[in-house]
């Protein structure tokens, strides 16, 4: 079927009743997500997965997306509201996003955060959509040798680019593939690392170290920073509602700009929103004619790295779909969360389920649609979220958390490893542990075995078969360039702090 026999497929699928009904559900509870600080689309879709395992494959998935690029509309609110990010990523729209809040425009940055990500949303799944159907040609075209350099590739960048020491960052990548091996080898039937328990035969459940890393430690985090700091009072919004047309015109060629970066750096595997949003608020301030402005509330610096963040996100579903390579720890659960459907995500995807796929992307369309009206009208309700107390917040996090997770498998013991985790993640953070890495290896990892294993098979078990195949070869140069660049980069780090 040729692209536009594609799109009409898939928008006749996601403008369904039930399909739209989860796509709303799924926008305003990311919304919500967002702008609850510290939460973030990763915690929130791993709290609510468990639910989706009843629903059919495409509704979970549509609802699933619509959480993740729902946040991050949301999380600019807190950022604006009261100067703290609801996610890593709304960190830059705290620089002018809150000082605008202070002099009275805070309508106006929520609007113009809200038009940003619908921008950037609306371009980026374009962008998707001509290149879904190339990088899945493509991606039929790999072996298992070249499977395994692709994979390889991903764990790497992850492992060097979520933080600046790479020593960290692949120790916990290692972990990570670690834990992947627990459980029954699926070719030899022995049962690996499970140390006479039958839970762990299945092998480590994703869900329970994603929220335990996640969003158990984050819960010790805020509750150790309450104790330090006390409670913050929020901004009261004031000011006029919309943006007027000569800010608009301000905004316009940021939203471009942003857009563009974001979605480049979005598909790179490891690089995530947040990179793309310091880099596109770099861009602006060095692109305006008046740099002096930024960090006391120009308009700018909102809409450059709000666009930015928005098409990251959408961007980061681009090897996820066509090569089934997450590219960030949230794409990682979703990842999880298509093989617990039963769908393997990749080129092959996309000759054996078109429908599937085209719902999903015509459905980021429908989404952004629907964020736009929730987050211009409804900017006052959401606020009135941030008034509910950092204990009853936490409260209520750890009690979805802990709902979850029992309701995986019924089992006290996972219930035990989470908080196991939670203590692990806290402490991970503590020392600068990126957990990023841990999570996506963990997912990746039985994938790489499985690559390593048949292109070993089909090459009589000959080693050079990843070095002979062009494509194999160069990727595992990019790694290499990768991890080199890296040191590089922080032993040159160590050197000027010295």
């Known amino acids: ?3 536009w026999t594609n799109i009409s497929l898939g928008f006749s699928q996601a403008i369904s009743l039930q399909n739209l009904a989860y796509c709303f559900i799924g926008a305003l509870y990311g919304t919500v997500i967002g702008v609850l600080p510290g939460i973030g689309p990763l915690v929130g879709i791993s709290i609510l997965l468990p ?10 998935v549509v609802m699933l997306a619509g959480i993740y690029y729902g946040s991050a509309y949301g999380g600019s609110t807190c950022s604006i509201l009261v100067n703290t990010p609801g996610e890593s990523s709304a960190v830059v729209t705290c620089f002018d996003g809150y000082q605008m809040a202070v002099q009275g425009r805070a309508k106006a940055a929520l609007a113009t955060a809200a038009i940003g990500s619908f921008f950037a949303g609306t371009l980026a799944t374009v962008a998707i959509m001509f290149l879904a159907m190339p990088i899945a040609r493509l991606g039929i075209k790999f072996t298992p040798a070249e499977y395994f350099s692709l994979l390889l590739l991903a764990l790497t960048m992850v492992g060097t680019l979520t933080t600046e020491s790479p020593v960290k960052g692949l120790f916990t990548t290692l972990v990570g593939l670690l834990l992947s091996t627990v459980g029954m080898d699926l070719q030899t039937g022995r049962v690996r690392f499970a140390f006479g328990s039958q839970w762990l035969i299945e092998g480590v459940d994703f869900i329970v170290v994603a929220i335990g890393l996640f969003a158990i ?13 006390g409670l913050q009072k929020r901004e009261q919004i004031s000011g006029r509602y919309w943006i007027t047309m000569e800010e608009l015109k ?20 490891g690089a995530g929103s947040t990179p793309a949003t310091f880099f596109s608020y770099a861009v602006e301030k060095k692109s305006s004619k008046h740099p002096e402005r930024f960090g006391k509330g120009a308009i700018e610096g909102v809409a450059g790295p709000e666009a930015a963040n928005n098409a990251a996100n959408q961007g980061a579903l681009v090897p996820l779909l066509t090569l089934g390579i997450p590219g960030s720890a949230t794409t ?12 393997q995500p990749g ?5 054996k389920d078109p429908a599937f796929v085209w719902t999903i992307i015509a459905s980021m369309y429908i989404g952004n649609i629907i964020l736009l009206i929730l987050n211009l009208p409804l900017v006052n309700i959401f606020a009135k979220l941030l008034d509910l107390p950092a204990a009853l917040l936490s409260s209520m996090v750890l009690t979805f958390c802990t709902i979850g997770v029992y309701s995986i498998r019924f089992a006290v013991f996972d219930v035990f490893l989470m908080i196991i985790f939670g203590i692990v993640g806290y402490f991970m953070r503590k020392h600068d542990y990126p957990a990023a890495p841990l999570l996506l290896a963990l997912v990746l990892g039985e994938m790489m075995e499985q690559g390593l294993r048949r292109a070993l098979t089909l090459s009589n078990g000959d080693w050079t078969v990843f070095v002979t195949r062009p494509i194999s070869l160069g ?14 980069k922080y032993l040159r780090g160590k050197k000027r702090l010295a």
Not at 250 to 269: A, E, H, K
Not at 347 to 351: A, H, S
Not at 475 to 488: D, Q, T
């Open 1 to 3: 079927m040729d692209l």
């Open 51 to 60: 639910i989706t395992y009843s629903l059919p494959p495409v509704s979970a």
């Open 217 to 229: 430690s984050e819960v010790l985090v805020q509750a150790e920073l309450v104790q330090k700091f």
């Open 250 to 269: 301000q905004s316009f060629m940021p939203y471009v700009r942003g857009t563009v970066i974001g979605f480049l750096i979005g598909v790179l595997p």
């Open 332 to 343: 990682a659960v979703m990842l999880g969360a298509f093989m617990i459907y039963g769908i």
């Open 347 to 351: 080129p092959l995807l996309f000759e």
């Open 475 to 488: 990727l595992l140069s990019i790694s290499a360039l990768s991890l080199l660049y890296s040191v590089i």
